[in-house]
């Protein structure tokens, strides 16, 4: 028998589809992830756009091999303590308002790369861009894991990457639309401002949704835990989830400590380990060499700059049509055999990319290096980025998911950090070549790792996971 939800605490509004009890759990939970996931969108837009960007300002801010590496690489940096802060915060204050501060930082960030005059000021709001975006990565997924049934989790979690590529998408085309329209040293100030738009559509956005049961629970706030289970799922499913949500959430708060002390707890810290070599993984392949330095590694190829750009749009496409083909795989295929497979997928083709620059210098070259880069980007984004995030936002315990998912995202972008920062100076020290193959020799142990050591979440619920890996682990 389901009990009566108590009238929401004072402060807490329920607004939108939630207004009213009722409605279809399916149709709410995909305004859910529309709204939320504009924060993969301004993820995925940041990211994409320095990489035609780059073109236009090095002259206007006359940058040198080091400062290029370092404009990209600082919003990575930025990101990395982003992450870790956005996971405690998202256990302190809630996953919904951690989404919401994000949304100010992004259009913050977003116009103070558009105005900055140079290369210090750029860098500084670069890395403020990156806070946010390293805040809505470890949360924006955490947030849609923790909202979804089992059955579509794999699904939801998976439009945040969908969310992501069309924003680089968006991005790269955008990047051409304005070299088109305001060509000229100043072209790069609206790739970059822009981003200010939906930032603002998402703050707007999360005004009218709620938070997770889970967080809910955690808060001892069942109540409200209950109303969101009432509105997303089934009504013959919520008084059993309910259940399980609130057992887990009673033991956990009796048994964990909180933060970097629960690592004493063996299991614990056997799946922060596993999160973090997800994490790394998924970077090291170099997927990020290609999404950031796309049009600088066309140019190389002897194209030019508005070609380079042009060419790159392709990237962009081959990203979103190969994750609408994962989302559609999440639901047949068990997620360590999509992930070795993707990983298998990208170190083949690094091996072949870097093979390809020995050829001599001609069209028929540019458009190998291009189609070998799409045939890797298909790879990762039908694979490996999907499953990285799914998993990540599935393996730790409830009690410190958001600080789980903060450690582990952090890692993730001081590895995406590493890389980006060392591409440029790689290749101008050893060529294209070596640096490839770098990152192919790197991928061999990915896939070592993921094959000895990554465990299955594919059809169970966050509890039953949890409550499997205490049993596996401890």
Same mark, same amino acid.
Request: proline fraction near 4%.
């Given at each position: 028998?389901?009990?009566t ?5 004072r402060?807490q509004?329920?607004r939108g589809?939630?207004a009213?009890p009722?409605?279809n759990?399916r149709r709410i ?9 504009l ?8 990211t994409?756009?320095i990489?035609?960007a780059?073109i236009f300002?090095?002259?206007?801010l006359?940058?040198s091999?080091?400062t290029?590496g370092l ?5 990575l940096?930025g ?8 996971g ?8 919904r308002r ?5 949304a100010v ?7 103070g790369c558009?105005l ?5 000021l750029?860098?500084t709001a670069r890395v403020?861009?990156?806070l946010?975006?390293?805040?809505a990565s470890a949360t924006v997924?955490l947030y ?15 439009q945040?990457?969908?969310?992501i590529?069309s924003?680089?998408l968006?991005a790269y085309?955008?990047?051409?639309a304005?070299?088109?329209v305001?060509?000229?040293a100043?072209a790069?100030?609206w790739?970059?401002?822009?981003a200010?738009?939906?930032a603002?559509?998402?703050?707007v956005?999360?005004?009218f949704l709620?938070?997770t049961?889970?967080?809910?629970a955690l808060?001892?706030?069942?109540g409200?835990?209950?109303r969101v289970?009432q509105?997303?799922r089934e009504?013959q499913?919520?008084a059993?989830?309910l259940?399980?949500?609130?057992e887990?959430a ?15 707890t063996?299991w614990?810290r056997r799946?922060f380990l596993i999160?973090i070599g997800?994490?790394?993984a998924q970077?090291?392949?170099g997927?990020n060499t ?5 049009p ?14 042009i060419a790159t749009?392709a990237v962009?496409v081959?990203?979103?049509v190969m994750? =609408? %083909?994962?989302i559609?795989?999440?639901g047949?295929v068990?997620?360590r055999?999509?992930l070795i $497979? &993707?990983?298998? !997928?990208? *170190? ?5 990319l870097?093979?390809?620059?020995l050829l001599?210098e ?12 799409v045939?890797f980007v298909?790879?990762q984004q ?5 499953v990285?995030?799914?998993m990540l936002?599935e393996i730790?315990p409830?009690?410190?998911?958001g600080?789980?998912?903060?450690v582990a995202v =952090? %890692?993730l972008?001081?590895?995406?950090f590493?890389v ?6 790689? $290749? &101008?020290a050893v !060529?294209? *070549?070596w640096?490839f193959i770098v990152f ?5 142990a990915?896939?070592v790792?993921t094959t000895?050591?990554l465990?299955?979440?594919?059809g ?9 890996f ?5």
């Amino acid at each position: 028998m389901t009990a009566t939800v108590p009238n929401p605490p004072r402060g807490q509004t329920w607004r939108g589809p939630f207004a009213q009890p009722g409605g279809n759990p399916r149709r709410i939970l995909t305004t859910i992830a529309v709204i939320s996931t504009l924060g993969g969108l301004l993820f995925g837009y940041d990211t994409g756009v320095i990489s035609g960007a780059l073109i236009f300002m090095k002259s206007d801010l006359h940058l040198s091999s080091f400062t290029e590496g370092l404009v990209v690489s600082s919003l990575l940096l930025g990101a990395a303590f982003g992450a870790s802060v956005g996971g405690r915060l998202a256990d302190a204050l809630g996953r919904r308002r951690t989404i919401r501060l994000a949304a100010v930082v992004f259009a913050l960030g977003a116009l103070g790369c558009g105005l900055a005059p140079t290369v210090a000021l750029m860098v500084t709001a670069r890395v403020v861009l990156g806070l946010a975006v390293g805040c809505a990565s470890a949360t924006v997924p955490l947030y849609l894991g923790e909202l979804a049934p089992a059955e579509r989790r794999g699904r939801l979690v998976t439009q945040q990457e969908l969310m992501i590529v069309s924003g680089q998408l968006l991005a790269y085309v955008s990047n051409a639309a304005i070299d088109q329209v305001w060509s000229g040293a100043a072209a790069w100030r609206w790739m970059l401002g822009i981003a200010a738009v939906p930032a603002a559509l998402l703050w707007v956005g999360m005004l009218f949704l709620p938070d997770t049961p889970r967080w809910y629970a955690l808060k001892g706030r069942f109540g409200d835990a209950e109303r969101v289970l009432q509105r997303t799922r089934e009504q013959q499913d919520v008084a059993d989830e309910l259940a399980q949500i609130r057992e887990t959430a009673e033991r956990d708060t009796r048994e964990n400590q909180g933060g970097w002390r629960d690592l004493r707890t063996k299991w614990i810290r056997r799946l922060f380990l596993i999160g973090i070599g997800i994490a790394v993984a998924q970077q090291v392949t170099g997927i990020n060499t290609v999404m950031y330095y796309a049009p600088t590694i066309m140019e190389r190829t002897g194209l030019g700059a508005s070609a380079s750009l042009i060419a790159t749009i392709a990237v962009g496409v081959i990203s979103v049509v190969m994750t =609408f %083909v994962a989302i559609g795989l999440l639901g047949q295929v068990r997620r360590r055999r999509m992930l070795i $497979t &993707g990983q298998i !997928g990208t *170190t083949l083709s690094l091996l072949a990319l870097g093979l390809c620059f020995l050829l001599p210098e001609s069209t028929g070259r540019s458009y190998g290096v291009l189609a070998l880069m799409v045939i890797f980007v298909a790879f990762q984004q039908c694979a490996i980025s999907p499953v990285t995030w799914l998993m990540l936002a599935e393996i730790f315990p409830m009690q410190i998911r958001g600080f789980g998912m903060g450690v582990a995202v =952090f %890692v993730l972008w001081v590895a995406n950090f590493a890389v980006s920062m060392l591409f440029p100076i790689l $290749t &101008g020290a050893v !060529g294209s *070549t070596w640096t490839f193959i770098v990152f192919f020799l790197i991928g061999i142990a990915s896939i070592v790792f993921t094959t000895t050591s990554l465990p299955e979440t594919k059809g169970h619920t966050l509890e039953s996971l949890e409550h499997e890996f205490r049993a596996k682990f401890a």
